[in-house]
């Protein structure tokens, strides 16, 4: 479904980003893993791709760092001559209780899940604006449609992709770019795999299918996103978590 298109997919080294890849790579794409510090993880991603017969190259950039940015995916525009597909899914977690939290915890978290996804989203518009074309999918959570004790600084960063998502959707469309949201629930991953039994327990209790999901079930509503089933879809948030959130 998406052969000849290229796609950068941010923070691709590991979990969700690392399935979104690998299911961009099947279905014919040039990815993009982009990684920040895991060198050696992403660049088992994309030997893994490149055994399966697919194209693939690991760049190192910290989405939360604007200039870096820019610079990035200006580079990936020169070598490949257009970027058809941004997956803005660079994220992480500093949790604490609200009034324990610290200023750091706080703007590191918004930093890179939200101004990432802004800082990526900005750089890569302007070429799909000269495309007329693109698909821009956005990982946020059902954090950022719920909330979730203990992560106050999570959430807010995840409403805000939502948020910037419809903004962003709005100004675009009219050039034929799609932005779209995907909000995943409990999801096994490494994150997930680490939680106390009992912690996974309560969580299943909140799940209408009383199970975590797949990276995979996340992945394949990427690449339904991504391609062209979804071109009359924009602007849209939609949750890959069970019921959580209806």
């Known amino acids: ?64 760092d604007f200039s870096a940015c820019e610079t ?33 915890d706080f703007d590191a978290v918004i930093q890179t899940n939200l101004k990432g996804a802004f800082n990526c989203t900005k750089f890569v518009s302007r070429q799909m604006l000269r495309q007329k074309a693109g698909r821009i999918i956005n990982i946020s959570s059902v954090s950022g449609i719920m909330g979730n004790a203990g992560q106050a600084n999570y959430s807010a960063s995840k409403a805000g992709v939502i948020g910037l998502t419809k903004a962003a959707a709005r100004e675009i469309a009219s050039r ?15 994150m997930t795999e680490v939680l106390p039994e009992a ?20 992945a394949q509503t990427a690449v339904f996103l991504a391609s062209e089933k979804a071109k009359y879809i924009t602007g849209q948030v939609i949750c890959v978590d069970g019921g959580m959130a209806m």
């Open 199 to 218: 912690t996974k327990k309560a969580a299943i209790e909140q799940i209408p299918l009383r199970k975590f999901g797949d990276v995979e079930d996340v």
């Open 72 to 104: 990035f995916l200006a580079d990936i525009v020169k070598r490949y001559k257009r970027i058809d597909i941004l997956v803005n899914n660079a994220g992480i977690t500093r949790d604490g209780l609200l009034m324990k939290m610290t200023e750091e």
């Open 1 to 64: 479904m998406l052969e000849g298109k290229v796609a950068v997919v941010t923070g691709a080294s590991r979990g969700i980003g690392k399935a979104i890849a690998l299911a961009f790579a099947k279905e014919g794409a040039t990815v993009i893993v982009n990684y920040n510090g895991s060198a050696a993880k992403a660049e088992a991603v994309v030997e893994e791709i490149c055994q399966a017969g697919g194209q693939a190259e690991a760049v190192q950039c910290n989405v939360a």
């Open 176 to 190: 034929g770019i799609t932005v779209n949201a995907i909000a995943p629930g409990f999801i096994h991953t490494e």
